[in-house]
């Protein structure tokens, strides 16, 4: 039995999340149904990292176990079968005992916003039209290094142990009408980074103070926080991994 990393990307608007699900197309549950019909055996996935429903990846991980031999010409077989929302970039052959959730040191999210309105960018981006003062939005952000527990941006009714996260990186990218929030940390919370963009977006607005947003960080009450972001502005971006990733043959 030998263990193969996936590496995929998807647009998510027309999913109901990343891990499978009963009644519910799922990235999961698409990735499971090709590898069924091309291996013609049922072959279960784990996950990297859960991304909700509507949120898109640019780079995402499955890890699974098999006895068939896989080669990276079933990377195109695959895609052929796979909707054109979701592309397999590459199997790799990992230790038996790495695993694509528990060993990722990194995963950095992007929330892309544009303040121009511009229909080719509708369900790829937020739309948001209001003045920001970019000095205050970035002072708010840099204060999210300093902290560890974001309970105050966890949806309730989530099963986790704890609500620590490190959070490496936080900043915000000007480019022409389009704004960027990029995020790195070694995991995240659900719901925690479209609460921290629709919250940190309300200091920017000037209608709360970097006073009053630190004191919603450290409060651990979610009913503070606006999550009323979409999700269609989320990516995940990127996933890293120690080295042991080898790209088949």
Known sequence: MSRYFLELCYDGAT??????QNNVDTIQGAVQAA???LYREEIELTGASRTDAGVHALQNFFHFDTQIAITQKQVYNLNAILPNTIVIKAIYQVPE???CRFDA??????YKMHTQKDPFLEGRSW???????LDLLNKATETLLSFTNYESFSKKNTAVNTFECTVTKAFWQVEGPHLYFNIDSNRFLRGM?????????QVGRGQITVE???DIV????EQRVDFSTPAYGLYLSAIQYPDFLKKID
């Open 212 to 214: 009053e947003w630190m």
């Open 15 to 20: 999913f109901g999340g990343f891990q499978i």
């Open 193 to 201: 980074i479209r609460g921290l963009v629709g919250t940190l977006l």
């Open 105 to 110: 040191t990194t995963r950095s999210y992007i």
């Open 97 to 99: 005992t790495a695993h």
């Open 35 to 37: 590898m069924k019909t």
């Open 218 to 221: 450290a409060s651990h009450n």
């Open 127 to 133: 739309y948001y039209p209001f003045p920001l003062d």
